[in-house]
């Protein structure tokens, strides 16, 4: 039997209003479209532009977060470790679907991906490309480079996690899209369902000047792949044809630090153009995931129904084997989740306001029963 073990701090007991084990979006998924980018033109100069090609649909469940994505980090702080798991048909409740892990890290070892930084060549349009990071996660490297679990990323310092699976040429149609001339280019993390773990140390940052963008102000991000690959300028609406993010090829903040200073509470903003006009707002869940001790984690759910969870727990499955059942666990022991139904968001005039969507479920009788049985086996 496999056990699901919840870490220690696991058991942090719920306090403020707005603070949540799990946050939850609903319904994700709709018809819609984004543009891929068709053209890189002449990125290094000044008069750098970027073109995009005939729009890309799509609809059903999870859509367009069922596409490759891949993982940004920035700083402060210090990734610890990382697990992808993949799913084909997953949906939250059933024990019926299998689940591969596709890519770890651990501290000491990394299989089947590949850390990137943009410690490249800089571009008005682009930002900077992204190169191999070195152990330090933030300098370029010649080649895959194992991150050190000591690599300390300051405010607004970035990596992106990749598969090891390397893209064909870059072309409009080609497997990755069009993308950014002399940078790595490796496919995202495929997969219906997905569940990304993460475990990281928070850094007090007090080397940075307090005027740097993003200043102590943490996030993870999964994004579509083919937005890092082209941009890692992509929320600059000046150069919105430089990436799909703009036109809604998604990104899901599964945490980002709140704006009032607290590095220590995670919001979640699905970047999409579901039921809204302003793909920089978002839908935002009312509320937030709170890390009480400077080691934690957390993670993140995408099933083919259309359920996101981000939980406030780094989920640790014994040698790394899941299943669904213990997936279904974990969901049955948070206790407090704010869930969001994004089909009934109603800030289509882009004022992030949606009221009447949020519920608030509380599942502590069933946790308590379930702490019980799993002291029991474990
Ligand atoms: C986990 O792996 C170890 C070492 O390979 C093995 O001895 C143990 O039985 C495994 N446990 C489970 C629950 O699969
Ligand atoms: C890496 O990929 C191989 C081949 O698909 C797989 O057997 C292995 O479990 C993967 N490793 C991790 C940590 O996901
Ligand atoms: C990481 O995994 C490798 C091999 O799977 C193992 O030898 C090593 O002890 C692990 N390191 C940590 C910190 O768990
Ligand atoms: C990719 O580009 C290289 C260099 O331009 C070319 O030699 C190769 O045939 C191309 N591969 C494919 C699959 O088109
Ligand atoms: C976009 O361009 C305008 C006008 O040139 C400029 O004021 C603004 O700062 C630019 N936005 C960003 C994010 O650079
Ligand atoms: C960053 O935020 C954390 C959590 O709110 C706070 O304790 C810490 O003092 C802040 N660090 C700096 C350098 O501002
Ligand atoms: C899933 O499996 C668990 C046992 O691992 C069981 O308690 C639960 O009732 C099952 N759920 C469904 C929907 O079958
Ligand atoms: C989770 O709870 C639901 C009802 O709340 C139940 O149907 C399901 O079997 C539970 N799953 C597990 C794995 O315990």
Not at 22 to 30: H, I, S, V
Not at 320 to 330: A, F, I, Q, R, Y
Not at 354 to 368: E, F, M, P, R, Y
Request: overall charge negative; charged content about 20%; hydrophobic content about 35%.
């Amino acid at each position: 039997m496999n056990l699901l073990t919840v870490f220690a701090w696991a058991s942090a007991a719920v306090a403020a209003s707005k603070q949540y084990d799990a946050l939850q979006f609903t319904n994700l998924g709709f018809n819609g479209q984004y543009t891929p980018v068709s053209a890189l033109n002449d990125p290094e100069s000044d008069t750098c532009s970027c073109q995009v090609g005939d729009a890309v649909s799509f609809s059903g469940p999870g859509t367009p977060f069922d596409e490759d994505v891949a993982v940004y980090v920035r700083g402060p702080l210090q990734l610890r470790f990382f697990y992808v798991f993949t799913s084909d048909d997953f949906v939250l409740g059933s024990n019926d679907s299998s689940w591969t892990v596709v890519a770890g890290y651990n501290g000491t070892k990394a299989e089947n991906l590949t850390f990137l930084t943009p410690a490249g060549a800089d571009s008005k349009c682009l930002g900077k490309a992204l190169t191999y990071a070195d152990s330090d996660g933030t300098s370029k490297a010649d080649k895959a480079t194992l991150l050190s679990p000591d690599a300390e990323l300051k405010s607004n310092e970035e990596l992106v996690i990749f598969s090891d699976q390397k893209c064909g040429n870059s072309s409009v149609n080609g497997d990755c899209g069009v993308y950014r001339n002399g940078s790595p280019a490796y496919h995202g993390f495929k997969g219906k369902a997905k569940f990304f773990v993460f475990g990281w140390k928070s850094v007090n940052d007090v080397d940075s000047p307090n005027t740097v963008a993003h200043y102590n102000k943490s996030a993870i991000s999964l994004l579509n792949a083919r937005i890092p690959r082209t941009s890692m300028n992509f929320r600059d609406g000046n150069y919105s044809d430089c990436s799909c993010w703009s036109s809604g090829c998604g990104e899901l903040t599964a945490f980002e630090a709140t704006d009032d200073g607290h590095n220590d509470r995670f919001r979640t903003t699905l970047h999409s153009l579901q039921n809204t006009y302003d793909v920089d707002k978002g839908n935002t869940i009312d509320g937030y995931t709170f890390q009480d001790t400077p080691v934690g984690g957390g993670s993140v759910l995408i099933d083919t129904a259309g359920n996101v969870v981000v939980f406030d727990i780094p989920a640790y499955f014994l040698n790394m084997t899941l299943t669904s059942s213990e997936l279904n666990k974990l969901y049955n022991l948070t206790g407090k989740t704010q869930v969001y139904d994004v089909s009934k968001a109603t800030n289509k005039d882009g004022n992030g306001k949606s009221d009447g969507v949020s519920v608030t479920i509380t599942k502590w009788k069933l946790a308590v029963a379930m702490a019980g049985i799993l002291a029991m086996v474990i």
